[in-house]
Each structure stands twice: as structure tokens, then as C-alpha cells.
């Protein structure tokens, strides 16, 4: 299978001094999907900014299909926890940005996003702005506005952490059927380890900072919405809690 | 309901509005003083102001004060977000704590040497005393813009220019109208002061010009058109503000 995302031994150390990540390597293959999972502070969203183009690594390599990343590519969508969602926009105008800023035409935008939000439920909303929606909607949008640029690499950060547990779950099912549905390859962060075991075919546990593989898990399981449910889960979870733990004293 | 709630404010403002004429009135009546004319004696003065040539004088000055108000923010607003990045704040933050401080209505007597004693004067030195207000409001606002809101769009593949258009610019635009509400009655009182001389139009002209010739309705009449002034600017950019910044009022 092809690999699709690398980290090839990825350093960062901020301007200030601050060491983020520390020669983290680790790579998903194509239609893979994979979390991140660590302790608070252990540099995981300074990972998803390089891969997305926004930072550069210190040393080290950060590889989409080989090549290196240096701008935000079409090819790689970012959703970010609470910010994603511009609350000056309204819920087209929002899911639209995307293909206005890669300068696509009107009639192109307009077609798009209609179909992404009825595909999504969210039809109707239009003209909503993101605060007159509940949470699970407006990382629904979220979503719809990553979804919109057609992209085969998804990278979360902490997507579905500031939702209740009963519309988390919902989401998780909902990210779940739109990763399988549509091939991409997806690199979630979290600090949920459920959210970990469900939702990534691999899990990578960094330590505390600065963040270095402490382990990688292989978690074949992943794919059916009652996994969740199984001994195999939660023998899963047992795993990855026991690795995290590891990886901070 | 909404519709009855708007109701029910205009009439609050009506009956607030009639009771503050009321007090004048009374005030009036026990001061007994021909400093003070009563609310109907002003509003003859002011008929007969509009019958004469006030309004010709409520045009100037309203130009006066919206072409320093309008100048003061092409200039404020982006110098205020370019401040979002540290580099460029790093030259601005210094200019705005060593400047703003400083009372710029003294810069009268060098703005008169630089432009004359014409319009233009009077239109720079409203447009530099509102600049650095309007300055102040928009950095703060620019600086307080959550990173992530920038880099989210980053990742969609923005430019630099994106950045102002579809962040900076929204994000800040309710506290730059505030500011801009706040920086009118500034720019009306820097409006009096330059009025108040070397000019035969404008309403400060028209309040100094009654008040030397003593004539005290007049005077008033020239007063409440100024307040009037200062309220119609102040409404127009509420309206504004409930256009442009229609996400923060759903």
C-alpha cells in the first residue's frame, strides 16, 4: 500500500525556545486513518500545522506522497477545534470559503455546497450564522467546509472535544461513515482515548513535552460502528492508557 | 417579539426625549435669566434659522466633520490591522503609546500654518485628533484575533490580503464601529473649537456670532442643531453597525 503521509523525524523548536516535538517519525498509508494521541501540551497540534503547511519543522521532514509539504495544498483539509468556523460567516458563506479562496467560479461554489449540506443535513441552514446552530451542527459545517475542497488527507485537531458525550458520539459515527465513504486518509488528534480507538487503524502515542513517539498501536478493528461495543475495544483502550502513562513518568 | 420590542424603545426615547424638554422648560422658568431661553422660544429661533440660512451652515459643518471622520479612518483602519502581525506592531505600538497621550488639539496653530485657515484645516485637525482613536480600537482588535481563526484559513490556501478581508477586517469591524460612534461626539467638539474663529460658516460660527451679538435663541437653535448633528452621525452608524456586523446582533 502507498504510503500517504510521513513524518520523517520531525523536530520543532519554537523561536522563543519552547521544543514542541522531538524526532518524531511515523507514517499512514493511503485510505488509512490514524490518531494522535498524548498528553496536553505534547506538541500534537504543532504536527497538524506542519503537515498542513502553516509551520515548518526545525528538522526533519514532513512528506505527503513523498513530497515535501511547504504551502497548504488543495489535497489536504484542516479542521480545527474551536475556531474553525468563522462566526462572521454565515453557514454557505463558511463551507463556500474554501473554493472562493482557490478562485472557483459562482455557479461551481454554489453547486458544491448545496449538495455537501444536504448530503450533511444541513440543509435549509444557509443563512445561518454559526452561533444561532447547537455544537454538533456547527462541526458538522466544519466538516462540510473541509469536505468541499474534495481532499484525500483530513487533519483534525481535537474536532468533536467540546461536544457533549451523546452528540460526540453521534459525530464519531458520522466522521467514522464520511472517512469510509469517501477514502481519504485521516489524522485525528485527540486526547479522548476512546475517540483514539475508535476512529484511528493506527495509534500514535507521543509522550509529554517535548512530544516523541512513545508508541505506535496497530488497531485493526477500526471501521464498524459497534466496535465501540466489543471486549476488543476496551482491551484497546486498556492498551493505549497504559502507553500514555508509560510515556509520562 | 421583536417588532414590539423596537416599538417600545422608540416610544421610551420619545417620551425621554419630551421629558428632558420639559426640565429645560422649568429650569428655564426659575433660573428666569435671558441666558437661558425656554424650549419655545428656541424652537421659533431655530424656524427662523431654517427660513434664514442655518441649514447652509449645518451642510458645512457637516461636511467638515464627516470628511475628518472619513479621512481619520482610511488612514486608522489600516495601519490598525496591519498591527495583527508582530513585526509591523512592533513600529506602530511605539507611535500610538508616545502619540496618543499627547493633547494633538494644540497642534492647531502648525495645522493653520501647513494648510491655511480654510477647510482643509479644520478637516485635518478633526481627522488627527479622531485618527489615533480610531487607531487604538482597530490594533486592539486586530491583536486579539485568535491565531487559529488565522490559520484555519491559512490551510484553505489564503494570501496575505485574504487574511484582512475574510479575518482581521470582520473580526474587528464591531469595535471599530464603536469607536467610530464614540469618536463623534470628538470630532463635534473639535468641530466647535475650530469653528469658533477665522470663519463666517458653520454652526460653531453661528454660536459664537449669537453669542456676541446676544442673541440667546439663536444661540440655542445653533446648539440643538449641533446635538442634532452629533445624533443623526450617531444613528447612521448604529444603522451601519447592524448591517455590516449582522452576526454579533442574531
Known sequence: MRIMIESKGISKVYPDGTEALREVSFDVSEGKSCSIIGPSGCGKTTLLFIFSGILKPTSGKALIEGKEVVSPSKEVALILQDYGLFPWKTVYENVSLGLELRRYSKKERKRTVSSLLEDLGLKGFENHYPKQLSGGMQQRIGFARAMALNPRILLMDEPLSSLDALTRETLQNFLLSLWKNNGMTMLLVTHNIEEAVFLGEKIVVLSSRPGSVAEIIENHKVGDVNYRNTEGFLEKCREVRRSIEDGVT | MPGSEEEHRGWSYLIIGFLILVMWHLFAVLLNSIALPTPVAVFYAFISGIKDDLLAHLLISAIRVGCGILFALALALPLGMVSYKNRADKIVAP????????????????????????????????????????????????????????????SLGASEKDIYKHVILPASLPKILTAMRISIGTAIAVLFFVESFATTKGLGYLIMDAWSRMAYPDLYAAIVTMALLGFCLYVMLEEVEHKVCAWVYV
Open chain 2, 95 to 154: 507611535f500610538i503609546y508616545l502619540l496618543y497621550p499627547f493633547p494633538h488639539i494644540v497642534l492647531l496653530p502648525l495645522v493653520i500654518l501647513l494648510f491655511g485657515i480654510g477647510d482643509l484645516s479644520k478637516i485635518i485637525l478633526i481627522a488627527i485628533i479622531v485618527f489615533f482613536q480610531i487607531l487604538v480600537t482597530t490594533r486592539d482588535a486586530a491583536r486579539n484575533v485568535s491565531m487559529n481563526y488565522i490559520y484555519s484559513l491559512l
